[in-house]
């Protein structure tokens, strides 16, 4: 059974760091593209990073560039998201997501709030 549950999302000041960590069972995460995207609520999906099955290349848009590193465990079968100099404008739910042709599995969610 495949399954995902993140956590490390808080209320954090600007300018703080937050870890997020997702466990993921059920499959291999070293078989699969890996993401992390983000919701506010009354808007869409943004992708905040990737990282290859593969080869661990790590992608970001320009909007978290320079600021979040997404790593993994592949050991303990974990996805992490490193997040620092943290704006409000991250404010968001936080998914780890897994890739296979689309998204396909999720998990519940993690609340990232930045506000001083």
């Known amino acids: 059974q495949v399954q995902m549950v993140e956590s490390g999302g808080d209320l954090v000041h600007p300018g703080g760091s937050l870890r997020l960590s997702c466990a993921a069972s059920g499959f291999n995460i070293r078989r699969y593209w890996m993401y992390w995207v983000r919701q506010v609520p009354g808007k869409g999906l943004e992708w905040v990073s990737s990282?290859?099955?593969?080869?661990?290349?790590?992608f970001y848009p320009d909007s978290v560039k320079g600021r979040f590193a997404i790593s993994r465990d592949n050991g303990a079968n974990r996805l992490y998201l490193q997040m620092n100099n943290l704006k409000p404008e991250d404010t968001a739910l936080y998914y780890c997501v897994r890739y296979n042709g689309g998204y396909d599995y999720w998990g519940q969610g993690t609340q990232v709030t930045v506000s001083s």
């Open positions: 990282i290859s099955g593969d080869n661990g290349a790590a």
